[in-house]
């Protein structure tokens, strides 16, 4: 099992930064994908960024030049950096890992955070 601890939410004002941490522990082999979700009141979960364990990332069009995702591979830790933020940034963040538990196996099982609200006010 892989357990994953997020932190970092909170309220800030519009222009101002945040840094979302998330923390995976457990039994696995290796972590491929890490990433970040966010889930606003009445919409649908949408994907924030995402980073390959090769190093390569991907963000959704709202955020690109805003956040950052990175990971530290050796703490099993991904981060998103979020700058300028903007009210429409206010939503419920899912940290996301896709983790390859056993070497003898190819089969990868998607977990998720407990989520962390971020709030942003005008």
């Known amino acids: 099992q892989v357990q994953l601890v997020e932190s970092g939410g909170g309220l800030v004002q519009a222009g101002g930064s945040l840094r979302l941490s998330c923390a995976a522990s457990g039994s696995f082999f290796n972590i491929n994908a890490m990433g970040w979700y966010r889930q606003a009141p009445g919409k649908q979960r949408e994907l924030v960024a995402v980073?390959?364990?090769?190093?390569?990332?991907d963000y959704a069009d709202s955020v690109q030049g805003r956040f950052t995702i990175s990971r530290d591979n050796a703490k099993n830790t991904v981060y998103l950096q979020m700058n300028s933020l903007k009210p429409e940034d206010t939503a419920v963040y899912y940290c996301?890992?896709?983790?390859?538990?056993?070497?003898?196996?190819?089969?990868?099982?998607?977990?998720w955070g407990q989520g962390t609200q971020v709030t942003v006010s005008s």
């Open positions: 980073m390959l364990s090769g190093g390569s990332t």
């Open positions: 996301n890992v896709k983790v390859r538990l056993s070497a003898s196996r190819l089969y990868q099982k998607l977990y």
